[in-house]
């Protein structure tokens, strides 16, 4: 099994910058991908981004924050990051870490973005 925990969320004003972490511990060598959902209040969980296991550079597939979200991993501490800059009020969420194949769950952490 993974478990998950992520944390760096907070309140920030718009404009400004967080960066999330999702620390992976347990059976971490059959993670094959590392992605960033996120689920803002009253809508669907969104793909925000993703890092495949052997890759530097990860993908972000949400277009509402590409060029301002970027993935990135340190493998020695077994952590992923999202970076997000530019923060804007829409951002607002919680934001969740997954692993593929294992579809584990982290708890969640809430961004909120001030205007």
């Known amino acids: 099994q993974v478990q998950l925990v992520e944390s760096g969320g907070g309140l920030v004003q718009a404009g400004g910058s967080l960066r999330l972490s999702c620390a992976a511990s347990?059976?971490?060598?059959?993670?094959?991908?590392m992605g960033w959902y996120r689920q803002a209040p009253g809508k669907r969980r969104e793909l925000v981004a993703f890092?495949?296991?052997?890759?530097?550079?990860?993908?972000v597939a949400s277009d509402s924050v590409k060029g301002r979200f970027t993935i990135s991993r340190d493998n020695a501490k077994n952590t992923v990051y999202l970076q997000m800059n530019s923060l804007k009020p829409e951002d607002t969420a919680v934001y969740y870490c997954?692993?593929?194949?294992?579809?584990?769950w982290g708890q969640g952490t809430r961004v909120t973005v001030s205007s």
């Open positions: 890092i495949n296991k052997g890759v530097s550079t990860g993908y």
């Open positions: 997954n692993t593929i194949p294992n579809n584990a």
């Open positions: 347990g059976s971490i060598f059959s993670i094959d991908r």
